[in-house]
C-alpha cells in the first residue's frame, strides 16, 4: 500500500543500499527527490490515504445514492439558497463548516439541522498555511471550531475534513488524539475555479456513480447553479443523494 510509512521503509532501505554499494551521489540525490514528489503528492490527494485514512467514497451500497458535501460555509448569502435547492429537490447532504463562520451565522447552522442535514468540522480560521501549523496549533485549530459548533448546536461533531484536503503527519496526529473521523471526496467539482458552470456539470455527470463523494461548496452564486443543475441530473437519473452519515453507517456526532 502507498503510504508515508511504507514510502520511508523503501526510501531508507534503497538508501541504505545506494550507500553502500554506489559511490554516485546522483543516486542518492534522485531518490531523496522522488521521495519528496510522491510525499508531496500525498500530502495533497486525501485519497490516497498517504498519512492518515480517510473515507471518500463506498462503491459497496446497495442503495441507489451519492452524497453531496459542501465546504467553507456557512455563508449568509448562499448557504439558505443550497438549503432551499435541497429542499425542494427532497435532498440531504452534509455541510463542513468553518468555525469563525459558525459564530458569525449561528442561526444558520440551526436551520442546516433543523432541515435533517449534517455537519462536519472544516477547522476554525481554514488558514492558507494549514499544512504548515504544528500538531498543537492544529489541535487547537480543530478544538476551537469543535466548541463553538457546540455552543451553537450542543452536538459534539465527529466528521472532520481538512482545509483543501491537506494532509501531512502533523494533521494526522492532531485527528488522532482527537478521535476524529476524516472525510475526502471521490469527485471535487471544482465550483470554486474559472471553469464555467457548464463544463464544471459535464465534468460531474460524466464520472459519477452511486457510491460517490461530491465535493461542492456554498459561498458564491455559481456554486448554486451549480448545484441546481447537479440536483436535477440526480433526480433524473434516480440518485438519492444521502449524508454522510448515512452513506457510510457511521455516527456523525459523539453521544
Known sequence: MLN????????????????????????????????FIITTIGSFHIRWNYF???????????????ALTFDDGPNAEFTPKALQLLKKYNAKATFFCIGKNVEKHPEIIKKIIFEGHILGNHSYAHSSNYGFLS???????????????????GLNLNFFRPPFGVTNPNIAKAIKQLNLKTFGWSIRSYD???KKTKKIIRDICSKIQKGDVILLHDTSQRNIDVLEQLLQFLQKNKLKSITLEELFNTEAYEK
Open 4 to 35: 508515508f510509512k511504507n514510502i520511508n521503509i523503501v526510501f531508507i532501505i534503497f538508501l541504505v543500499v545506494f550507500m553502500l554499494f554506489s559511490t554516485s551521489f546522483w543516486w542518492v540525490l534522485l531518490l531523496i527527490i522522488l521521495w
Open 52 to 66: 492518515l485514512k480517510a473515507k471518500y467514497k463506498n462503491y459497496q451500497i446497495k442503495e441507489n445514492a451519492v
Open 135 to 153: 500538531t498543537e496549533k492544529i489541535i487547537s485549530d480543530i478544538k476551537l471550531g469543535q466548541e463553538i459548533t457546540k455552543n451553537s448546536t
Open 192 to 194: 470554486t475555479t474559472s
